[in-house]
């Protein structure tokens, strides 16, 4: 059962413009939403997060939004760089296990110069 | 930020044999560690909780004669994959919090091949 799901795989965009991804999850205990970015043969580095009881996280281009009516979160990023091309993965954390991440499937970010 | 180091970052080894992967903590203490997996085009997904002075805490399915873990200070945990086949080729990463759970800083990974 995923609790976590990033149903778009991929996702490319042209440099300069809006970079959206997408998170859906199942548990409403979830209390703490994450993004991280990951290179290839890399272990993911933090990017921005969000608390339950916000609904809005912005830091320089990345803003996180959270609709908790919706069990929905994205991220947007603006302007998209090239440098910006990586997998994304949103991972939440809360529930009954104290510390644990339960990542998404991942969206692989291609921006195109 | 927290630096959190892997050593090695890459191995290769026979079936049948042990492997020991480090994960230490450079710049600051972490009582919890935790030990993810990621198959290829797929997710994380938490294999155990390595906590400093007691035993680790181990995710369904994980197992745990398979997969020792070793909290030995506040700086460094150890998973040591055991009897390795094949089927436990994967890529290895370790995280640990750094002022909060919220807070979780990855190591580099370690990519495990057993032939």
């Known amino acids: 059962d995923q609790q976590v799901k990033q149903n778009s795989p991929s996702l490319s965009v042209q440099e300069g413009r809006i970079s959206i991804l997408n998170c859906d999850y199942t548990?409403?205990?979830?209390?703490?939403f994450l993004w991280y970015k990951k290179y290839p043969a890399e272990g993911p580095t933090f990017l921005i997060s969000?608390?339950?009881?916000?609904d809005k996280n912005e830091d320089g281009r990345f803003t996180v939004f959270l609709n908790k009516s919706a069990k929905h979160l994205s991220l947007h990023i603006v302007p998209s760089q090239p440098g910006d091309s990586a997998v994304y993965f949103c991972?939440?954390?809360?529930?009954?296990?104290?510390?644990?991440?339960?990542f998404g499937q991942g969206t692989i970010l291609t921006v195109h110069p | 930020g927290a630096v959190v180091s892997q050593h090695p970052s890459r191995v290769i080894c026979k079936s049948g044999t042990s492997v020991k992967i480090e994960c230490r903590s450079l710049?600051?203490?972490?009582?919890?560690m935790f030990w993810y997996r990621q198959f290829p085009k797929q997710s994380l997904m938490l294999m155990a909780t390595?906590?400093?002075?007691?035993?680790?805490?181990?995710e369904q399915g994980v197992e745990k004669d398979k997969f020792l873990i070793n909290h030995a200070s506040l700086t460094l945990s150890t998973l040591t994959v055991t009897s390795a086949h094949p089927e436990d080729s994967s890529f290895y990463i370790c995280?640990?919090?750094?002022?909060?759970?919220?807070?979780?800083?990855f190591g580099p990974g370690t990519r495990l091949t057993v032939l």
């Open positions: 995280s640990a919090p750094a002022g909060g759970v919220d807070t979780q800083y």
């Open positions: 548990n409403s205990m979830f209390d703490y």
């Open positions: 969000i608390s339950s009881i916000k």
């Open positions: 991972a939440v954390l809360g529930g009954t296990s104290y510390g644990k991440l339960t």
């Open positions: 710049d600051f203490q972490a009582t919890t």
């Open positions: 390595s906590n400093e002075g007691s035993k680790a805490t181990y």
